[in-house]
């Protein structure tokens, strides 16, 4: 069965980085459009960030702020995400999500994605 498996997530203080890491098994990795999602306490979960099957990202602006950086190995079926300046604000669990082919139009809504990790704390201290 599809298996996507977060790590990475920890307390760190503010100004500080992290580098998030989704590893893929069960699927065609190469063929899944791979995204990020947060999620506060209390609040929705919210889009961070997305990379299509052959390379191109997109991100949401008003949270990452040219903070975060998605990627993905294809050899290791692995997608990353480096954040960098963290801030308390950036305090979340942090999910991964799969999907295949959806339209540009569509990476921002949770109803998107077909498979989901576990997710990932990530503490961010002031």
């Known amino acids: 069965q599809v298996q996507l498996v977060e790590s990475g997530g920890g307390l760190v203080q503010a100004g500080g980085s992290l580098r998030l890491s989704c590893a893929a098994s069960?699927?065609?990795?190469?063929?899944?459009?791979m995204a990020w999602f947060r999620q506060a306490p209390g609040k929705e979960r919210e889009f961070v960030a997305v990379i299509s099957w052959s390379g191109p990202t997109t991100y949401d602006a008003d949270s990452v702020n040219g903070r975060f950086i998605i990627s993905r190995d294809h050899a290791k079926n692995t997608v990353y995400l480096q954040i960098n300046s963290l801030k308390p604000e950036d305090t979340c669990v942090y999910y991964c999500?799969?999907?295949?082919?959806?339209?540009?139009?569509?990476?921002?809504?949770?109803?998107?994605?077909?498979?989901w990790g576990q997710g990932t704390q990530v503490t961010v201290s002031s």
């Open positions: 999500a799969a999907a295949i082919g959806p339209s540009r139009s569509r990476y921002r809504l949770i109803r998107t994605y077909n498979y």
């Open positions: 069960g699927l065609t990795f190469s063929t899944y459009t």
